[in-house]
Antibody, heavy 123, light 110 residues
């Protein structure tokens, strides 16, 4: 069964940094695009970032561009989200979600999701 | 303000058919496929419909999707109490060069 397990969330002060991880198992991680999607408390889903299967292409929502960096280590089956200059409005549950296979992966539906990790930005 | 527009709420009685709409534009639903996600209370989202009208393995056939022009729809027939959840549409947006979600529709089974 495909598994995605996020970690690294917590409480952080505005302006500080945090790195989230997403450990993948039970599928060939290096073949798939992977996304970060977040959900502020009581709000809807917001797509954050996407990385292609080989890490060569990265896409970001305008709300995080220049502050967040998505990366992956295919040898460790792990996805990362480095977040800097955090703002209170970045407070949310952050989910990683699997996209599609190989070159077409960018445009495929998100077929498996992790359970999420909560990031709270507050002084 | 979400790029894709959904009604904030919908409701129906058990056994009824309910439809949820998702309105977009030529840069997202108009030129790409729409996907639908179900989020039960307190859980992570789950893929319900992909490529406008295809169901992943395990999704009940009571759920169906369609697309026309720049809008997509999710239909639920034979409504059940366990269908009470939030539903989100999503599509790739060629202008934004990223994915966009609808604001979500909270479905209540009366």
């Amino acid at each position: 069964q495909v598994q995605l397990v996020e970690s690294g969330g917590g409480v952080v002060q505005p302006g500080r940094s945090l790195r989230l991880s997403c450990a993948a198992s039970e599928f060939t991680f290096s073949h798939y695009a992977i996304h970060w999607v977040r959900q502020a408390p009581g709000k809807g889903l917001e797509w954050v970032a996407l990385i292609s299967y080989d890490g060569s292409n990265k896409y970001y929502a305008d709300s995080v561009k220049g502050r967040f960096t998505i990366s992956r280590d295919n040898s460790k089956n792990t996805l990362y989200l480095q977040m800097i200059s955090l703002r209170p409005e970045d407070t949310a549950v952050y989910y990683c979600a699997r996209g599609g296979v190989a070159a077409a992966g960018t445009w495929a539906a998100f077929d498996y999701w992790g359970q999420g990790t909560l990031v709270t930005v507050s002084s | 303000q979400s790029v894709l527009t959904q009604p904030p709420s919908a409701s129906g009685t058990p056994g009824q058919r309910v439809t949820i709409s998702c309105s977009g534009s030529s840069s997202n639903i108009g030129s790409n496929t729409a996907n639908w996600y179900q989020q039960l209370p307190g859980t992570a989202p789950k893929l319900l419909i992909y490529s406008n009208n295809r169901r992943p393995s395990g999704a009940p056939d009571r759920f169906s999707g369609s697309k026309s022009g720049t809008s997509a729809s999710l239909a639920i027939s034979g409504l059940q109490s366990e269908d009470e959840a939030d539903y989100y549409c999503a599509a790739w947006d060629d202008s934004l060069n990223g994915w966009v979600f609808g604001g979500g529709t909270k479905l209540t089974v009366l």
